[in-house]
């Protein structure tokens, strides 16, 4: 099962809005609405932002929105803030019953 | 609230076998709603599932097929917890080394450990 495909970086200014897409195929992110997204900062664990492609879950502010159209999902941060410069990686369930991650975006607030 | 508390050594020895710990605390290991998921962190590999048991009547195992043959996910109910073992070790198996809990057609993994660096070294 190959990586889903993320872009290495994306950067913008406070207040901008970002998107992050994430390319999978028609085994996974094309198949089910099971995309996840979790942001990272160095030295800690991954939370989950976004969950069944465009879901959040509760404390997640509503600046963070997930899309998905065919095999490619995307993650969009409005507002852009400080607080969001971070790892942001996409996870998909696939056709094997395993889950399978993008090689994660580097998030650069200007 | 579900909290997940990892163990484990940090350093194996090549050709030896890793073994981690996740403890849980909320949650049973052996509920119907649930499945315990390990995943790994390395900068070569980025985030890479591992594999998740699971308790539907009876217990399940998924694989990731990279790693397929060299790891065992057991889960123990008296102690509310689930291990990994990947047998014969190599440097590449150094990793950060996380557990997860995912849900019944819930795909996605929420809450995570608090990770575990294990580096393979003579």
């Known amino acids: 099962q190959s990586a889903l495909t993320q872009p290495a970086s994306v950067s913008g200014s406070p207040g901008q809005s970002i998107t992050i897409s994430c390319t999978g195929t028609s085994s996974d992110v094309g198949r089910y609405d099971y995309v996840s997204w979790y942001q990272q900062h160095p030295g800690k664990a991954p939370k989950l932002m976004i969950y069944d492609v465009s879901d959040r879950p509760s404390g997640v502010s509503n600046r963070f929105s997930g899309f998905k159209s065919d095999n490619t999902a995307s993650l969009t941060i409005s507002g852009l803030q400080a607080e969001d410069e971070a790892d942001y990686y996409c996870?998909?369930?696939?056709?094997?019953?395993?889950?399978?991650f993008g090689g994660g975006t580097k998030v650069t607030v200007l | 609230q579900v909290q997940l508390q990892q163990s484990g050594p940090g350093l194996v020895k090549p050709s030896q076998t890793l073994s981690l710990t996740c403890a849980i605390s909320?949650?049973?290991?052996?509920?119907?709603?649930?499945?315990w998921n390990w995943i790994r962190q390395s900068p070569s590999r980025g985030l890479e599932w591992l594999g998740r048991t699971y308790y539907r009547s009876k217990w399940h195992y998924d694989y990731a097929e990279s790693v397929k043959s060299r790891i065992t996910i057991n889960a123990d109910t008296s102690q509310n917890q689930f291990s990994l073992q990947v047998n014969s070790v190599t440097p590449e198996d150094s990793a950060v080394y996380f557990c997860?809990?995912?849900?019944?057609?819930?795909?996605?993994?929420?809450?995570w450990g608090q990770g575990t660096l294990v580096t393979v070294s003579s």
């Open positions: 909320g949650d049973s290991v052996s509920s119907n709603t649930a499945a």
């Open positions: 997860a809990r995912s849900g019944y057609f819930k795909e996605y993994l929420q809450p």
């Open positions: 996870a998909s369930y696939t056709a094997s019953a395993t889950l399978v």
